[in-house]
């Protein structure tokens, strides 16, 4: 008996303990110049340039990215006709929801067709 209460209590502390190394983002794409939403921006989650995770805007520009494991994180979002925007720095704590909005202007290059 002594041995299923000894296994029990190290399931239930390993799982607390693998589930407070990990946070969550989210937040929102906007059009800089309207502030209107934008739906199915690319956004990535980056350690030394190297995509870590990632997540696409639904049709009201929101995203959220889940477990992701406790660190310091660059981002970089992307979306045709608009300039990619590049944020360094960004912490992402256990047990927490870190929120990042992103405004996005739009590019004056062209498409070559």
């Known amino acids: 008996m002594a041995y ?5 209590l190290g399931i239930l502390i390993s799982s607390v303990t693998y589930t407070q190394n990990y946070g ?6 906007l059009d800089k110049e309207t502030g209107e939403n934008l739906a ?4 990535v989650l980056e ?6 995770a990632g997540a696409t805007t639904d049709f009201d ?4 990215i889940t477990q992701i494991p406790a660190d310091t994180f660059d981002i970089r979002i992307r979306f045709v006709g608009y300039e990619e925007v590049f944020i360094e720095g960004v ?3 256990p047990d927490r929801i870190t929120a990042q909005n992103f405004e996005m202007a739009t ?4 498409l070559d067709c």
Request: charged share 25%; net charge positive.
């Open 47 to 52: 350690k030394s340039g190297i995509a870590q």
């Open 107 to 110: 590019s004056e290059e062209m």
């Open 61 to 64: 520009g929101n995203y959220r």
């Open 4 to 8: 299923f209460i000894t296994l029990f």
């Open 91 to 93: 912490v992402v704590r």
């Open 40 to 43: 199915f921006v690319r956004i």
């Open 24 to 29: 969550e983002l989210k937040g929102q794409v």
